[in-house]
């Protein structure tokens, strides 16, 4: 018998929580991408929300036997929650324009915020099941990592990948003294860390410079790649093309609208960018196309977050594949065909 401190048979404790862990695997896929989606009303950057639930949310889905690449994909589908933020940009410039308050903006399209949310999360769920994500086929690397057996667990060193988001959430909400950016609460985390661990500051300090010189070498590789190509689209006219014929489709404004601004963020990679770009060129003509400014507003603002989320080269994305160490296109495999069946049904049904 493998007996721990107390008295307690570890090995056979360790096989109940692996049994535990794997029935919850399926649960957890769309269980993250809710408190994803919450976490980013409050952190409405995509990027900077991803990057402080990903030090919780992915140990924990690899752990209950969920791919490397699935789990990315169950935190990137949640990433479209800042549509609930009053703060955003978005719906401070749409009910500015509309002559609205920004809580009374989100509160007319709160149904249908909603409703993409949970269907997104759903369709998810169900293509993550087909590619059998919740079995754990994927980064043999990540897998091995997730696998490693806990013998004794520490409620300090559990407690230190929460410290970030702690920290954020807080300066978001409540305690205004808190509020920094993403990258400081990080750096206060990795403190925290080594005080707690009580490591070696050499070597700690070491790792830590490595790492974080690597992964930032790696995504902003790829970022700068990605902000070449839509500079490139930028410079060749097709932004601007897209946006002059979105004026003139007559009675099938919306459907022009939500699909030009969908196909601008996928091109792209950034659905701030799409809609701020349609939102100021074309908004303002609601009236012309038979719309009002705040649904017009709102198809473009929910078709660019639809788009940036099945985009390979949106950074959040990069992101979260770096993080997981697979390739971006894993991630938006997943995503992609949730996204367009949110993107259709918001067209057909709000």
């Given at each position: 018998?493998?007996?721990?401190?107390?008295?307690?048979?570890?090995?056979?404790?360790?096989?109940?929580?692996?049994?535990?862990?794997?029935?919850?695997?399926?649960?957890?896929?769309?269980?993250?991408a809710?408190?994803?989606?919450?976490?980013?009303?409050?952190?409405?950057?995509?990027?900077?929300?991803?990057?402080?639930?990903?030090?919780?949310?992915?140990?924990?889905m690899?752990?209950?036997?969920?791919?490397?690449?699935?789990?990315?994909?169950a935190?990137?589908?949640?990433?479209?929650?800042?549509?609930?933020?009053?703060?955003?940009?978005?719906?401070?410039?749409?009910?500015?324009?509309?002559?609205?308050?920004?809580?009374?903006?989100?509160?007319?399209?709160?149904?249908?915020?909603?409703?993409?949310?949970?269907?997104?999360?759903?369709?998810?769920?169900?293509?993550?099941?087909?590619?059998?994500?919740?079995?754990?086929?994927?980064?043999?690397?990540?897998?091995?990592?997730a696998?490693?057996?806990?013998?004794?667990?520490?409620?300090?060193?559990?407690?230190?990948?929460?410290?970030p988001?702690?920290?954020?959430?807080?300066?978001?909400?409540?305690?205004?003294?808190?509020?920094?950016?993403?990258?400081?609460?990080?750096?206060?985390?990795?403190?925290?860390?080594?005080?707690?661990?009580?490591?070696?500051?050499?070597?700690?300090?070491?790792?830590?410079?490595?790492?974080?010189?690597?992964?930032?070498?790696?995504?902003?590789?790829?970022?700068?790649?990605?902000?070449?190509?839509?500079?490139?689209?930028?410079?060749?006219?097709?932004?601007?093309?897209?946006?002059?014929?979105?004026?003139?489709?007559?009675?099938?404004?919306?459907?022009?609208?939500?699909?030009?601004?969908?196909?601008?963020?996928?091109?792209?990679?950034?659905?701030?960018?799409?809609?701020?770009?349609?939102?100021?060129?074309?908004?303002?003509?609601?009236a012309?196309?038979?719309?009002?400014?705040?649904?017009?507003?709102?198809?473009a603002?929910?078709?660019?977050?639809?788009?940036?989320t099945?985009?390979?080269?949106?950074?959040?994305?990069i992101?979260?594949?770096?993080?997981?160490?697979v390739?971006?296109?894993?991630?938006?495999?997943?995503?992609?065909?949730?996204?367009?069946?949110?993107?259709?049904?918001?067209?057909?049904f709000?």
């Amino acid at each position: 018998m493998n007996v721990g401190r107390g008295g307690v048979d570890v090995r056979a404790l360790r096989e109940r929580v692996e049994v535990a862990d794997g029935r919850l695997g399926l649960f957890l896929i769309p269980a993250c991408a809710f408190v994803t989606a919450i976490i980013n009303a409050a952190i409405p950057s995509a990027a900077g929300c991803a990057a402080a639930v990903a030090t919780t949310l992915l140990p924990v889905m690899l752990r209950a036997g969920i791919s490397p690449a699935g789990a990315g994909a169950a935190i990137l589908a949640g990433t479209y929650g800042s549509s609930f933020n009053p703060g955003g940009p978005h719906p401070v410039m749409i009910s500015g324009m509309a002559g609205m308050e920004p809580m009374e903006f989100i509160l007319s399209h709160g149904t249908m915020y909603g409703s993409m949310a949970v269907l997104g999360v759903i369709g998810l769920t169900v293509v993550e099941f087909l590619l059998k994500d919740h079995k754990g086929s994927g980064n043999a690397e990540m897998g091995e990592m997730a696998a490693q057996p806990i013998e004794r667990i520490n409620l300090l060193w559990a407690a230190a990948p929460l410290v970030p988001l702690v920290i954020l959430l807080l300066g978001d909400t409540c305690v205004p003294a808190l509020k920094m950016g993403v990258a400081h609460a990080m750096l206060i985390g990795a403190i925290y860390t080594l005080i707690v661990t009580r490591a070696n500051p050499q070597k700690a300090v070491t790792e830590f410079f490595n790492g974080a010189g690597k992964d930032y070498g790696n995504v902003l590789g790829i970022i700068i790649a990605a902000s070449v190509f839509a500079g490139g689209l930028r410079e060749a006219g097709l932004v601007d093309a897209l946006i002059d014929a979105l004026k003139n489709v007559g009675d099938f404004a919306r459907v022009g609208v939500g699909l030009g601004v969908f196909l601008m963020a996928v091109l792209t990679g950034s659905g701030d960018a799409a809609a701020f770009a349609f939102n100021e060129a074309v908004t303002p003509h609601a009236a012309q196309l038979g719309m009002t400014i705040s649904d017009l507003g709102n198809t473009a603002l929910m078709s660019a977050q639809l788009g940036r989320t099945a985009s390979p080269v949106a950074g959040v994305v990069i992101l979260l594949a770096g993080m997981c160490r697979v390739s971006p296109l894993e991630l938006v495999k997943r995503t992609a065909v949730p996204m367009v069946v949110c993107f259709v049904s918001s067209l057909v049904f709000f």
